[in-house]
């Protein structure tokens, strides 16, 4: 039988007119249908949030970080059925899911319970002229939240955490293709404690639901994880109500590794970097400069390492790479392989060089191998371009300046990681990195009380603690004279 998902409006599970299939990516099986919501399930999910915010929005912030609180606890209680959710419905291994993803979606209403709780305001004197100033903070309103396909529980409840300790109200929509955890998690909100439409989920596509979510006059902001192109639109179809969007857009995420780094570390990091949860992560390296000193061992022991990469069914929990997203993301990434090939560079290990044994119930589904390709230019469309799977390029370099500018010459600037023991060096070369995160001899250490975003193309505004009150809140200054 399929799943059918409905969509969550005012507390309530509402069925939806139309429908959309969504597939396992590792089967290639249709096994859930997804709600085609438009512009009139958007209209009484705004309405239901309308309605709740006077309520929420009045509660202390202690009253909602208790519910927040709850909800984490529901989340944890129910960790592996999430994990097995997340990981059939996205591709992804059942390890990640239950290692990364449930358990960071969980920490995220944990983590924003216990921020909400620590804000302090600003306040000056003006002793000459007998007046003190000081600002106060409120919650905004209704919070549109759109969210992608690569870690749909982890983002959404990202945007959604915040949204709502701040006292917000929220419409979220998922991903088309990756939308039963949310679902899942709406049936923990009643139990958790969250009154009826302060959470309101509508599930459908970009195109109709998420556009009819950002041009909805009673939406005043938007939180937007996806795609550079995607944000363009976003941004054109918000222009007339003028509303506040933070965006957290694509990458093109350089690795750079001098000669003094330590190579044990940096290869199993640098592996992980490039290939985890397929390579569909915006923050995943997809190129490596490695300085000429190193380059040979580096690559030889980098590319023996991804042979080693096992692909295969993602419920198997010795697998370290699933399936991806849908058939025609696999053929988007394939495609950038035979370009890359077709411009003279070489394939090393993976698409088109080794060959994939998948179990017999997985041969439909959407696998391809960690792949590594070398002997690129710095021009060509898989330097410059979001991929977004498990293909990276590995590239020689000479000096410091020198990778310092070729790392910055793409449109895009989220992450970059450095290996070196040269600590001055690591210093210089990270101030002068055009992204908004630096990862020096590290990976995806996070600390969610500091700012997480990108510059360029990859994004507009931070997210973090301080940065997401300060989005989700209006600020307004008071004076006073005595
Ligand atoms: P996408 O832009 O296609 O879709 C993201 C979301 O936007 C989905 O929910 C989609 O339905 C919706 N959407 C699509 N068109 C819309 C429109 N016209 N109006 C309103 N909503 C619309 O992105 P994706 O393919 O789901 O995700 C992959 C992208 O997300 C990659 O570029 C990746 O780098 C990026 N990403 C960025 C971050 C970050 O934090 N910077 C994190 C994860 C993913």
Redesign the pocket.
């Known amino acids: 039988a399929l799943l059918v998902l409905e969509n969550f409006i005012g507390g309530k599970f509402v069925p939806c007119s139309s429908y959309i299939d969504a597939y396992n990516p590792s089967t290639g099986d249709v096994y859930c249908r997804v709600p085609d919501s438009g512009k009139e399930e958007v209209e009484a999910a705004v309405k239901a949030a309308k309605d709740a915010f006077p309520i929420w929005s009045s509660k202390s912030p202690l009253e909602r970080s208790q519910i927040l609180n709850k909800l984490a606890d529901l989340i944890e209680h129910d960790l592996e059925a999430f994990a097995q959710a997340e990981s059939k419905d996205q591709g992804k291994t059942i390890t990640f899911a239950r290692t990364v993803d449930i358990p960071r979606a969980a920490y995220n209403f944990r983590f924003f319970a216990s921020s909400i709780l620590h804000h302090v305001t600003e306040c000056t004197e003006m002793a000459t002229m007998g007046c003190v100033h000081y600002t106060s903070r409120a919650p905004v309103g209704v919070a549109g939240l759109?969210?992608?396909?690569?870690?749909p529980l982890y983002?959404l409840t990202w945007k959604i955490a915040p949204a709502i300790a701040c006292g917000n109200t929220v419409v979220a929509?998922?991903?088309?293709m990756t939308s039963v955890t949310a679902w899942m998690m709406c049936k923990l909100l009643e139990k958790a404690g969250v009154p009826h439409g302060v959470v309101n989920v509508v599930f459908g596509?970009?195109?109709k639901a998420?556009?009819a979510l950002?041009c909805h006059p009673d939406v005043p902001l938007i939180s937007?994880?996806?795609?550079?192109?995607?944000a363009q639109?976003?941004m054109e179809?918000s222009a007339p109500h003028c509303k506040r969007l933070s965006l957290?857009?694509?990458?093109k995420n350089p690795a750079i590794i001098f000669d003094d780094a330590d190579l044990n570390q940096c290869i199993s990091t640098t592996l992980r970097s490039s290939f985890a949860n397929q390579g569909e992560?915006?923050l995943c390296t997809s190129r490596i400069f490695v300085q000429r000193g190193i380059y040979s061992e580096f690559l030889k022991r980098f590319v023996a390492e991804a042979r080693k990469w096992k692909t295969g069914n993602p419920s198997d929990p010795t697998v370290d790479m699933g399936a991806l997203i849908s058939k025609e993301h696999l053929e988007k990434v394939r495609n950038y392989v035979k370009k890359a090939q077709a411009e003279g560079a070489r394939i090393l290990c993976g698409e088109g060089v080794d060959s994939l044994s998948l179990p017999s119930g997985n041969q439909k589904g959407y696998f391809m191998l960690p792949t590594v390709i070398t002997e690129v230019k710095d021009e060509s469309c898989c330097m410059q371009e979001?991929i977004?799977g498990p293909v990276t390029c590995v590239v020689a370099f000479d000096t410091e300046e020198e990778v310092i500018k070729r790392a910055n010459c793409v449109k895009y600037g989220?992450a970059a990681t450095v290996w070196s023991s040269n600590v001055g060096r690591v210093h210089r070369v990270a101030h002068r990195l055009q992204c908004g995160l630096v990862w020096t001899n590290c990976w995806l250490v996070r600390d969610l009380n500091l700012p997480f975003?990108?510059m360029k193309a990859?994004?507009i505004g931070r997210e973090g603690a301080k940065d997401s009150y300060e989005f989700f809140t209006e600020v307004k200054t008071i004076t006073i004279k005595h």
């Open positions: 759109i969210s992608p396909w690569n870690l983002l929509k998922p991903s088309e596509t970009g195109t998420g556009e950002v937007f994880t996806g795609s550079t192109l995607t639109r976003i179809k957290e857009l694509g990458g992560i915006c979001e977004f989220l975003g990108g990859s994004g």
